[in-house]
């Protein structure tokens, strides 16, 4: 009896050790569930820019850009605050702040070159990240409605190569 009692108590002793653990902290979740607080204008949910066509020998060195073609996106019916926008996109392998312009590598397309987001401070807005200190805000009017001024302009990451330089990104609107 004795040889059945004891290893049946090892099991049982094992099976309870395998759950013993120790508290070392906590997460708090914390926000606010807010009603729509801002609405795109119409014409700027689906926004089209054209940068312009520029030849390879305006990228004779990494890091050339070229000029900045400026447009907007507008908010209306907004509630008092701060507001910001997040871009999200393919991005460039090892330039996280870089449209891809060519994502599969197709021969047919543009390489060495991605496109760069901007506020009107020539200051660069990320890619798929969430707003923050440096990110373009807007304060909005008495009115209810806000502007952003933004850029987008080309800069080459590699020896560039002709073809479409054609990328896609959405955009967010984040309240602060």
């Known amino acids: 009896m004795k040889k059945i009692l004891l290893p049946a108590a090892a099991l049982i002793l094992s099976a309870t050790a395998m759950n013993a653990y120790a508290v070392n902290g906590k997460v708090e979740f914390t926000g606010e569930i807010v009603k729509s607080t801002c609405n795109v204008v119409s014409g700027d949910q689906d926004k089209q820019v054209f940068i312009g066509k520029y030849p390879t020998t305006a990228f004779t060195n990494v890091g050339d850009v070229t000029a900045s073609k400026a447009f907007t996106i507008q908010l209306e019916k907004c509630e008092a605050g701060d507001y910001s926008l997040r871009f999200d996109g393919q991005t460039v392998a090892g330039h996280s702040n870089l449209l891809t312009v060519n994502p599969a590598k197709d021969t047919s ?68």
Do not use: C, H, M
């Not at 390489?111 to 909005?140: F, R």
């Open 109 to 176: 397309l543009a390489d060495g070159v991605g496109i760069e987001v901007l506020d009107n401070n020539e200051q660069i807005i990320p890619v798929n990240q969430s707003a923050d200190a440096n990110s373009p805000w807007v304060t909005i009017a008495a009115d209810g409605t806000a502007t952003f001024n933004l850029k987008a302009r080309y800069k080459s990451f590699d020896t560039v190569q002709a073809g479409p330089a054609n990328a896609n990104a959405t955009f967010t609107i984040e309240y602060k």
